[in-house]
């Protein structure tokens, strides 16, 4: 990047934020026109744009903002009154501003946009009387006096008596210095041509008398009182002028580059890269105090294990302040967002002929960059909803008895681990029995739906595609667009809406949404063998239920909880996770909330609760429906993350979970006739010992399957093809040994109480420990004989006695 490059850049980065200032401040101008000191920082500001622009030679822009400027400068004086319809013509070079500052932004030149008929508003405004002239003309003729002069400007000229001027001649001045640099800059880039040389907007060494506008211009971005010009005009003589008359003045120049300091750039793919390097590193911890704990585990009592704990605790610690440092370098206030709404809501009274004041709360909570970029156009889309069909018109909210100005209240807080935007209006609210008849008219709902749906379901129809109440399609509303893509931007962002409306008092809308979209709390959940992440933030509940509180409605599975009746559909229906390991007495019921819908995800395990990094699934596994991403566990493996928006949309065609199905056909597979009925597995490496165990139980007529090791066992077990009563289970096995057989197998609800019984030849009491905790509920050590092996077998199974 070249010199001019980087100075373009700081421009453009400088004036897009003072211009936003300026939007902002103009509109509380209007509110208050008495207040001088709001009136002076904004001609300071805008003097400060026109003088960056002159010096870049943006002559547009510089030609623009002069005329401006000439408005405010009148109104400081008194000469003027700043009226709404002066207002609007202000406003209205402010977006020609914006609109100038993109164009140089992308082909570095401020050509291609008219400003001339703006300009001419603001002439007449200002008096029209011909005393302004334009700073391009303007421009043009010094640049030749300049040149012209230049082979004898050996001698400067007297120099004038700054300490004796007023504001206006040494702003005059400053504008002469100014332009003066700019005619010499034109020269030495011509001469340079000339000779071939690269050509910069800014000279390789200037001389001390150019240097000195430069302070002059970059001061009055600092908000000061009625005197700042002073301290404008002092860097400019300071290189000749040993006394200073006002110290206050000289002040804030003495502060500038401390504050400068403070703060650097940084490019936002940086940060995007540090956030992912986080990512990993919080995916490591988790790793690390999953293997913690199973070294603790397994060397319970050994003296490393202190120190390792303490260093996992310190790492652990340590990541997590890493992650929220991280994390907060990404933050933005929100007060970025808010900024641009009195403008609107200033133009959208204008157009509507209403009175409305917005009134701000929490600007400074703070949201992460890529969400604060996208909560803009909802909250454009809801507010402009709020100005066109809540607030009423001043003469409807005198007759109901309200104040004239409607009030529209925008405020942002946290809640745990997510920020809430509250919009409030105190219009005309939501009518629920309107909205239900304006779908119904328009084929959006059923009069079945109409009929059951709440009051609270109804406020959610104005989210539905081409849903409106406007009795006419106007610039503002009436297309039946903008509310669903409110809803749809939301639901990107993991968020949830929520609406309370009264009939002639108002209407309250929250946005719920995540404080980020990179790391996330979850709930892990699973389903046989696979294991699922579902967002925190819709989780409402966790329920354990028996499979006779189950019912089937209209061919759906429902259940009562508390007063409400709660839809249930099984996570293994939605993504079609084949259930062989399923018939237990209880399920798990995660209640998940979307705004004003719920519905209940019917699991077979619930792990916990987990921090998680978002990995995109990438372009081949991208889009699958239900699906947000994926994710590393603590223990190495995948987890896919839950689209809780899509999900709850997938449930409506999923009919009556099979799982009352499957239990009862458990239940009645479970009713033992005879003694063939009993099916146990014997699992051990060795021939010669299955064949033993083989031998013992015989006798008894049970129905007797063997495996090689734990994994042929589990092979099985997963097939479905029996139902096993008990499990004769080997330790030292290869493959899958013993004790990792077991764990698996409780994993899944079928055989969390199937028995296991260990056969083996190790008989230290570490070893029976370790059997108890994998789930084993009988140890047996080798020798022993027949009878015992078959009693253990009997009793654990239940065996009738009239089989024998």
Known sequence: MDEFQEILQDFLVESFELVEKLDEDLVELESNPEDLDLLNGIFRVAHTIKGASSFLNFDILTHLTHHMEDVLNKARHGEL??????????????????????????????AGIDVSSCVARLDKVSGGDGNVESPVSEASSTTQNVVEEEPVEETPAEEPDYENMDESEIEDEIERLLKMRQAEDKAKRDAKIAAGEKVLSAPPEPEEDEEEPEPAKEEPVKKETLAAPKPVAKPTVDASKEDEEDPKAAAPAKRAPAAVEQTIRVDVKRLDHLMNLIGELVLAKNRLMKINEEVEERYEGEEFLEELNQVV????????DLQIAVMKTRMLPIGKVFNKFPRMIRDLSRELNKKIELVLAGEDTELDKSIVEEIGDPLVHIIRNSCDHGIETPQDRIAKGKEEVGTIGLKAYNEGNQIVIQIDDDGKGLDAAMLKNKSLEKGIISEKEADNMSDKEAFGLIFKPGFSTAAAVTSVSGRGVGMDVVKTNIEKLNGIIDIDSEVGVGTSMKLKIPLTLAIIQALLVGVQEEYYAIPLASVLETVRISKDEIYTVEGRSVMRLRDDVLSLVHIGDIFEVERILDASDHAYVVVLGLGTSKLGLIVDTLVGQEEIVIKSLGDYLKGIDGIAGATIRGDGGVTLIVDVVALMQMARDVKSTAM???????????EKTKASDYTVMIVDDSKTDRMIMRKALEPLGMTLIEAGDGQEALNILKSGEHNFDAMLVDIEMPRMDGYSLASEIKKYNKYKNLPLIAVTSRTGKSDRMRGVESGMVEYITKPYSSDYLASVVQRNVNFKAEFL
């Open 81 to 110: 009154v700043i009226t709404p319809d002066i207002m609007d013509v202000v406003l209205e070079s402010i977006d020609l501003m914006k609109a100038l500052l993109e164009t140089i932004r992308d082909t570095s030149e401020d």
């Open 313 to 320: 605790s310190i790492v652990s610690l340590v990541t997590t």
């Open 660 to 670: 009352i199905d499957a239990s009862s056909e458990g239940a009645s597979a479970h």
